[in-house]
């Protein structure tokens, strides 16, 4: 009798759902970090209910003061369901078991990847501002964004002239060409030292090479480098603090660098700031 109860409650869903396709969710649920963030942006009061753990978390997230309406979720199907949710947000390479669970019990999941590019943070803010049905609110990001971005990008330069930017992370983490990093970099005014040295994708780099690549600049994360755990001991290596000298060294706030959304023309503009602060000194 369960059983057939619950095969009749699937074939209610899978037979209702269709019929809300044109209205807005009420109710959504985000999954990741990054759709967190860019949902929270295009969001209606109210119509956003749920946002990951990590969103809590000051050090990775720039809305983790702004929480207190919204629902802490761990990427858990269990606890999903029980916010009764018509759409689920999710990024692409996390929480797979349970956004194939919600998927065969008939609920909503849109997928995310990451943004490698500027074009691809574009298609997201269009993509989230279509699935909320807040077109007006995404095209408003969307033309802010474009405008700040020009300022950037419209300046043309000898890139041999540039200095090159290294930007390590924790465990020697660097990333290459193809990356938002990358993208990031080049319109902050500077070579991308993992682009430089032809790496594909992101990966380690010890520090002994890191020495040996030498870039003008190194960036490392403010808080991360703080961080009381082995991962960051690298970013406080005495090599390191001798090889890169103060005027050599930029520190940031990680979170503008992590998710590609309209926040990122932070990250642009406060690398930028540092930089010039530096020569001026």
Known sequence: MFRARLILCFAMLMFLTPAYADQAPRRVV??????????????????????????SDPSASLIHDKLSNLHINHGL??????????LVIAGAYTTRTTVHLLRRLGVQVEEFKPSRNFQDIRNRIV????LLHREKVANNYLE??????EAFLKTPSDNAQKPVLGIYSLNSYVAGKGSLESEMTKAAGFRHMGAEIGLSGSGRLSLESLI?????????WRRWAMLPNRSADVLRHPALQRWFSEERRIFMDQRHWICGTPEVINGIKALKRAYEGKKND
């Open 30 to 55: 985000s999954m990741n970090l990054c759709t967190d963030q860019l949902a929270y942006m295009i969001a209606a009061p109210g119509q956003l209910v749920s946002v990951t753990y990590i969103a």
């Open 77 to 86: 199907a269990e606890e999903i369901l029980r916010l009764d949710p018509d």
């Open 127 to 130: 993509k989230m501002g279509e």
């Open 144 to 149: 802010a964004f474009d405008k700040n971005l």
């Open 212 to 220: 040996l690549t030498n870039p003008d600049q190194l960036m490392t």
